[in-house]
């Protein structure tokens, strides 16, 4: 049976991949989102603002709160993605 180094493998497959691997810097903050970033960002918020509506109508503030906070910092925090070039 054949030795495995997973530290080897993933510094492999980091190299191999380097040029598909998105920057998270706040300098990335104002340029442009990539799409698939920005559809999970959107998807997050649409679906936090979908239970935060459903738990106002039924008096659950806390998880109106928390939902709303996680939506809301999801989609911010894909603006700081960029993507290599």
């Known amino acids: 049976m054949a ?23 706040s300098r990335s903050y104002m340029k442009p989102t990539p799409a698939n970033l920005r559809h999970l960002g959107d998807g997050l918020l649409g679906v936090s603002a979908t239970i935060t509506a459903a738990a106002i109508s ?24 960029e993507d290599n070039e």
Request: no cysteine; net charge positive.
């Open 3 to 25: 030795s495995y180094d997973f530290n080897s493998f993933v510094h492999n497959f980091i190299n191999q991949h380097k040029s598909n691997i998105m920057k998270f810097t």
């Open 58 to 81: 039924a008096g659950n503030d806390t998880l109106a709160y928390i939902a709303l906070g996680i939506g809301v910092l999801g989609k911010f925090l894909t603006n700081f993605f």
